[in-house]
């Protein structure tokens, strides 16, 4: 249950990281400060939502 839980939190995390960079896209005026933090968000998101993701289906439920 825990491990599903974190998938959870990851999973959320990512989706998060994943609007900040869209967020940031829109609003940026292409500056080097504004790609840079594009980048970092989308990576970061890309790369929670996935871990997120494989954790949620490689996790199996007991059945208690």
Do not use: P, W
Not at 19 to 43: C, D, E, N, P, R
Request: charged fraction near 10%.
């Amino acid at each position: 249950m825990e491990k599903r839980m974190f998938g959870i939190i990851l999973t959320v995390l990512g989706i998060i990281g994943l609007i900040m960079a869209g967020v940031t896209f829109m609003q940026g005026s292409g500056g080097t400060y504004s790609v840079k933090s594009i980048v970092l968000y989308g990576i970061l998101g890309i790369v929670f939502f996935s871990a997120g993701i494989g954790l949620l289906r490689n996790t199996r439920d007991k059945a208690t």
